[in-house]
């Protein structure tokens, strides 16, 4: 990259880097309520579990996981799995992998795209928290 800088108007060049293999896959993550309790304390209620939403571009294999504040895998949403291009909603009942609830703090809901050769091509991710006691 680069720029001169005179008098008049900027002018400059700027040079784009195709990174081969590497291509944006996955976009529009969000996750709906950004803050809920999976304590069991308002059942019924909609804040029990978080919806999980997201976009993929083209055909991908994907796995959504949750990490805790220190990237430790607490529960794996969906593992590898062959989807095409669109939008997609999942939802995490606040669960480990164990089915015990999680405890209270911030976790990452995260996506990874590989290709059909199994290269991780692309991730995304959003935050959650768990906070129990919501409705009271």
Same mark, same amino acid.
């Given at each position: 990259y680069k720029l001169w800088? @005179?008098? @008049?108007?900027?002018?400059?060049?700027?040079?784009?880097?195709d990174h081969?293999?590497?291509?944006e896959v996955v976009g529009g993550v969000s996750?709906?309520?950004?803050?809920? #309790?999976?304590?069991g304390d308002n059942e019924g209620n909609s804040l029990e579990k978080t919806n999980i939403s997201y976009t993929l571009g @083209?055909? =991908?294999?994907?796995?959504? &996981?949750?990490?805790?504040? &220190?990237n430790r895998l607490v529960r794996r949403?969906?593992? #590898? =799995? =062959?989807? *095409? =291009? @669109?939008?997609?909603?999942?939802?995490? #009942?606040?669960l480990d992998s *164990?089915?015990?609830i999680a405890? *209270?703090?911030?976790?990452?809901?995260?996506?990874?795209?590989? #290709?059909a050769s199994g290269n991780e091509i692309d991730s995304a991710s959003a935050n959650v928290e768990v906070k129990y006691h919501l409705g009271h």
């Open positions: 800088r @005179g008098k @008049g108007p900027y002018v400059g060049y700027v040079l784009t880097i081969p293999g590497k291509r996750v709906t309520p950004e803050i809920f #309790d999976p304590s @083209g055909s =991908a294999n994907v796995t959504v &996981e949750v990490r805790d504040s &220190e949403i969906l593992s #590898d =799995a =062959a989807q *095409e =291009a @669109g939008a997609y909603n999942l939802f995490w #009942d606040g *164990e089915e015990s405890e *209270e703090g911030t976790y990452k809901v995260l996506i990874k795209i590989k #290709d």
